[in-house]
Structures are given as structure tokens and as C-alpha cells.
Nanobody
């Protein structure tokens, strides 16, 4: 199983980035997908999750209204559209896959990607 996240980069505050995570080696359409992030010196935190069908999404309060999570089951890819980025959004972003329910709890996710760096300058 491989989860390959990409799309990270450096932007100024207020800017936008779109992350993508291509998944292989599992039945993508049968897995809930989530995005998490970890800033230096901080614990990993939940960002967003989407159900297997894409019909249900869940966001951390800190990103609600600014971030959007979508998926393309035909391409086995999940996306995180990030708008109005803030310096506090700067972190390594990880995608994860799980066979349970849409949740913020990392223990529910079985597979994790390597992460992509997002840098936001003020």
C-alpha cells in the first residue's frame, strides 16, 4: 500500500495550495481518507476527512471554511484545497486511509503517507 502526497510548497499568508494524495495497493473507494498535519515541536493533529463516497466530510475547527476535502475514486486520489492560508497552517501534511468511519482519531487510520511540507510566510 502506498499513499503519495504532493502539492506542498511555500506561499504567503492569504494564499492557496492544493494537496493531492495518490493511493495504490488498496480498494480506495472502500476507504475513508483523512488529512493530518504536524508542525515542528507539536503533536500531529487532524485536519479533514472524507467518507468513501465523498458524501460526508469533517473538518477541524481551525480550518473549517478555508479548507475543502474531495476525492476522485476513479483516480484513487484525495485532495485538500487550502485557501486563506495562515502562518499557523505551516506543517507537514499527511494523508491517511482507514476502513472505519469519518473521524478525527488517527488510530482509526490504517495507512499513512510520507507527508508534504506546507510553508506559509507572513
Amino acid at each position: 500500500v502506498q499513499l503519495q502526497a504532493c502539492g506542498g510548497g511555500s506561499v504567503q499568508a492569504g494564499g492557496s495550495l492544493r494537496l493531492s494524495c495518490a493511493v495504490s495497493g488498496l480498494s480506495f473507494s472502500k476507504h475513508v481518507m483523512g488529512w493530518f498535519r504536524q508542525a515542528p515541536g507539536k503533536e500531529r493533529e487532524f485536519v479533514a476527512a472524507i467518507s468513501w463516497s465523498g458524501g460526508s466530510t469533517y473538518f477541524a475547527n481551525s480550518v473549517k471554511g478555508r479548507f475543502t476535502i474531495t476525492r476522485d475514486n476513479a483516480k484513487s486520489t484525495v485532495y485538500l484545497e487550502m485557501n486563506s492560508l495562515k502562518p499557523e497552517d505551516m506543517a507537514v501534511y499527511y494523508c491517511a486511509a482507514g476502513k472505519s468511519y469519518v473521524t478525527q482519531h488517527p488510530s482509526v487510520y490504517d495507512y499513512w503517507g510520507r507527508g508534504t511540507q506546507v510553508t506559509v510566510s507572513s
